[in-house]
């Protein structure tokens, strides 16, 4: 038996004080520390917003910019739940310095921190952190001006299938009102004679033919062809027709007047969709759907330009995003129910994956 030294002692913990902060204990290149400077940058920006929403009298509630970082925390490190959420925080110091606790400072409790995340959730803050985080991208260069790819994806809503009954509320008592046995054998379900009891604005739809039905909504990205980054973000309720009424509302919020192009899927290979993207002096560069009836909108014109084939292989980038918000935002089955909070969280984990994104572009050493 080879012996490799001294046996280490296993002393218990019992130092009742010490002296060394949450920010002496994050190491210096630690990842959430350029995270972090960017975040604050933007939560100082927003500092007035914040200001116009509480009163200046009355209890004092939780800081917005304790809250907004910690649900940045929730998404990058994919915790499920703001229970879980405040019980890291609560022996994390890494976490406590990321949302700016002090080590000996209480944790909230998670209903305490719900309730007042909803007041954030009842403003249009999501989308102002998310466009500070872009101008921040684009004044490193990190951005296209010019190029964009659109496409959407379903958000499986919170909602089961059992809560989707008839509108006329025609149904025979349940067996067990907590959880009641529900057979939709040879039953014709659709979105114009049933709605979701738990949330009304969720839409029965399913990803494509031969797929389960679910209720969802529509998340919608515009992305620049440069890095992949969001620029843009839009949740519309699932009913066939979002991922294009999204991307134009999308496009028509580009600045500048200069014309752009902008990428997308087979869905997208439409008369209308082409004809308002070219009022927009946007030029599609879509996919072309040539088993549509009528034959493809987009003419050889438009694709024998070098520029479409290249747009056609920057699209895919998209889903990366969908991917980073799916898996680790945990937006694959989003937990707030309405269009408006849906559309609320979304955009915010979108600013998360920017963050993560410009930290990572930053990161990488250029070649010599």
Same mark, same amino acid.
């Given at each position: 038996m080879v012996r490799e030294g /001294? *046996?280490?002692?296993?002393?218990?913990?019992?130092?009742?004080? @010490?002296?060394?902060?949450?920010? #002496?204990?994050? &190491?210096?290149?630690?990842?959430?520390?350029? /995270? *972090?400077?960017?975040?604050?940058?933007?939560?100082?920006?927003? @500092?007035?917003?914040?200001?116009? #929403?509480?009163? &200046?009298?009355?209890?004092?509630?939780?800081?917005?910019?304790k809250l907004l970082r910690a649900q940045l925390l929730q998404m990058l490190y994919s915790i499920r739940s703001e229970r879980l959420l405040m019980e890291e925080m609560d022996y994390n110091l890494l976490f406590r310095w990321f949302v700016g606790l002090n080590a000996d400072d209480d944790v909230w409790d998670a209903t305490v921190f719900t309730k007042n995340r909803d007041r954030l959730l009842e403003a249009d803050i999501a989308t102002e952190f998310l466009a500070r985080v872009v101008e921040q991208a684009r004044a490193k260069g990190l951005t296209s001006d010019e190029h964009f790819t659109v496409d959407g994806t379903l958000l499986e809503a919170w909602a089961s299938a059992k809560s989707f009954q008839p509108k006329d509320g025609k149904q025979s008592p349940p067996d067990d009102p907590g959880n009641p046995t529900v057979n939709f054998r040879g039953e014709q379900r659709s979105n114009e004679t049933h709605a979701s009891k738990s949330d009304s604005e969720a839409l029965l739809a399913r990803k494509s033919q031969g797929k389960e039905s679910k209720l969802s909504y529509s998340g919608n990205l515009l992305v620049e062809n440069r890095n992949g980054l969001i620029v843009d973000a839009e949740v519309f309720q699932a009913n066939g027709t979002a991922e294009r009424d999204a991307a134009l509302v999308m496009l028509e919020q580009i600045r500048g007047t200069k014309p752009v192009t902008v990428g997308g899927d087979k869905g997208f290979d439409t008369r209308g969709f082409v004809a308002e993207c070219r009022n927009l002096r946007v030029t599609p560069h879509v996919a072309q759907n040539h088993a549509r009836p009528g034959g493809s909108a987009i003419d050889g014109r438009t694709a024998r330009h070098p520029g479409y084939a290249i747009r056609q292989r920057k699209r895919k980038r998209i889903e990366e995003c969908f991917g980073w918000l799916k898996t680790i935002a945990l937006m694959r089955k989003v937990r707030h129910r309405g269009v408006c909070k849906v559309d609320w969280i979304f955009t915010f984990a979108c600013a998360a994956y920017n963050l993560v994104r410009m930290r990572n572009l930053a990161a990488v050493v250029p070649a010599v």
């Open positions: /001294i *046996r280490g002692d296993d002393q218990q913990q019992n130092h009742m004080f @010490s002296y060394l902060s949450p920010e #002496m204990r994050v &190491r210096k290149d630690h990842p959430l520390r350029a /995270i *972090r400077a960017m975040v604050d940058e933007v939560l100082t920006q927003l @500092s007035r917003r914040f200001d116009a #929403m509480y009163a &200046r009298v009355g209890r004092p509630s939780i800081a917005p910019e």
